[in-house]
């Protein structure tokens, strides 16, 4: 059974940093490429970052670009975003997804329970 | 970036309507388009893959159509459990752009 656990979220002032993880499971991690999405709260989903199952190619939204860093760690099936210079529009459920296709890039099959981060002083 | 509007925003439909949501991107992006459902606190579910695949274990009723630049999904019978958000997205080309989303509501 694929599974998929977020940690690492929780309240950071304005300008902070925070390094969120993803623990996945039930499938051959190295494979898959992954995503992490956000939702504001009462907003719609926002795409974050995506990076390659070898880890190679990295992507990220304009809004988030030079300020978040995603990464993995295929030994230990954690896939990391490590976020620096917050802002409160920020503040977010963070999720992470895994693609649905080995390759650069697809649909998220399966989805975590999220972990949300709060910019505020 | 490719930009996805997805109408209407909201919904409310009575138990047994047909309920049609449309997703336009803004450049043709073939048949890379994905629907996503999401209730209160709950994590997104992928619905449809590639424009019309409905995913294993998701009910008939739910269907997708379109390619190019329109799309639409499709609930033919609305039940009570289909009361969530839905979100189209293309994975044509980075950035994987979402829809605003839409919330449907039962009557």
């Known amino acids: 059974e694929v599974q998929l656990l977020e940690s690492g979220g929780g309240l950071v002032q304005p300008g902070g940093s925070v390094r969120l993880s993803c623990a996945a499971s039930?499938?051959?991690?190295?494979?898959?490429?992954m995503s992490w999405v956000r939702q504001a709260p009462g907003k719609g989903l926002e795409w974050v970052s995506h990076?390659?199952?070898?880890?190679?190619?990295?992507y990220y939204a304009d809004s988030v670009k030079g300020r978040f860093t995603i990464s993995r760690d295929n030994s230990k099936n954690t896939l990391y975003l490590q976020m620096i210079s917050l802002r409160a529009d920020d503040t977010a459920v963070y999720y992470c997804a895994k693609a649905a296709k080995a390759g650069f890039w697809s649909e998220a099959d399966y989805w975590g329970l999220g972990t949300l981060v709060i910019v505020s002083s | 970036d490719i930009q996805m509007t997805q109408s209407p925003s909201s919904l409310s439909a009575s138990v047994g309507d047909r309920v049609t949501i449309t997703c336009r991107a803004s450049q043709s992006i073939s048949r890379y388009l994905n629907w996503y459902q999401q209730k209160p606190g709950k994590a997104p579910k992928l619905l449809i893959n590639g424009a019309s695949s409905l995913q294993s274990g998701v009910p008939s009723r739910f269907s997708g159509s379109g390619s190019g630049t329109d799309f639409t999904l499709t609930i033919s019978s609305l039940q009570p459990e289909d009361s969530a958000s839905y979100y189209c997205q293309q994975s044509h080309s980075m950035p994987l752009t979402f829809g605003g989303g839409t919330k449907v509501e039962i009557k």
């Open positions: 990076i390659t199952g070898s880890g190679s190619n990295t």
């Open positions: 039930g499938f051959t991690f190295s494979t898959y490429p």
